[in-house]
């Protein structure tokens, strides 16, 4: 990253995603950890599904997986970079992130 914030919320799985977000890939959750473990707080016992796979809180090791299921009852969006010849939201790059 390079000190640019990139925007994330928590959204009950079955919630509208807003205009201009989409559902983090695990690849870029895996890089986004400490800003995804801050936005859970205190909770450490949050599990968050991402287009791909989820994130177990830190009560259950604080690990990625492949799969979920019904455990996620959240899942984890990020603000993203959405024009006309982009296409649509769900491949649209995130603002503001740089591996």
């Not at 019904?70 to 790059?93: F, H, L, Q, T, Y």
């Amino acid at each position: 990253m390079d000190g640019s914030k990139v925007n994330l919320r928590k959204i009950g799985i079955n919630e509208k995603i807003p205009n201009g977000w989409r559902v983090l890939q695990l690849e870029e959750a895996k890089y986004l950890k400490s800003e995804i473990n801050s936005l859970m707080g205190n909770d450490s016992w949050f599990i968050v599904a991402f287009a791909t796979g989820k994130l177990d809180g830190k009560g259950y090791g604080n690990n990625f997986s492949e799969t979920c299921g019904d455990e996620c009852g959240n899942i984890i969006i990020g603000e993203c970079e959405v024009n006309e010849m982009m296409g649509p939201a769900s491949i649209a790059p995130l603002k503001n992130f740089k591996r």
